[in-house]
């Protein structure tokens, strides 16, 4: 896995060009990563956070997110709410999310939910737990997969959907 780095200190934000993905990881100052996605149209980008509550600030962006394809625990990840442009994880129906290695068509439903403001910046995000097990069973996640994507519809049937990197350890 090879990723070049850059700071770009006007936008307080680096960005990562993985030498086998072509997209694009932005990471804001707060440690919160997102990625280019690829053409999806009429799809609305939002941000999420894998394993928000263990941010490995220090490592690039490719390697923050360890998972053990053994575990029998459960996966968090954060949708977060934003204003610019306007997203409020709090009206978003729940049964529309699903999550899966968009390389892979298996996609998984959360098992549980909670609301609180994860990243710190003033507004209730949704925060979501996922079955490590059923994430493997069903096809959703693999010893190659990269990056999960979280999908979802707003109350209108738009879709909306984010990106984060992991890194397989087993
Ligand atoms: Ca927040």
Redesign the pocket.
């Known amino acids: 896995m090879t990723a070049l780095t850059f700071v770009d200190a006007s936008h307080s934000l680096y960005f990562t060009i993985d030498a086998v993905d072509p997209r694009v990881t932005y990471e804001t100052a707060s440690g919160y990563s997102y990625l280019t996605q690829p053409a999806v149209p009429d799809t609305v980008p939002v941000t999420i956070a894998i394993k928000p509550d263990g941010r490995m600030i220090d490592a690039p962006p490719v390697l923050r997110n360890p998972i053990n394809l053994g575990s029998k625990g459960l996966l968090p990840v954060a949708l ?2 934003t204003t610019g442009p306007a997203f409020d994880a709090k009206a978003i129906a729940t049964a529309s999310l699903t999550i899966g290695d968009p390389k892979l068509t298996g996609r998984v439903h959360p098992v549980k939910f909670s609301y609180a ?9 949704c925060m979501m737990q996922f079955n490590m097990q059923e994430l493997v069973a069903v096809g959703a996640l693999n010893a190659a997969t990269k990056d999960l994507m979280l999908t979802g519809q707003f109350p209108n049937g738009t879709h909306f959907a984010g990106f984060d990197h992991i890194f397989i350890v087993k």
């Open positions: 977060l709410s403001d994860i990243d710190g910046d003033g507004d209730i995000d």
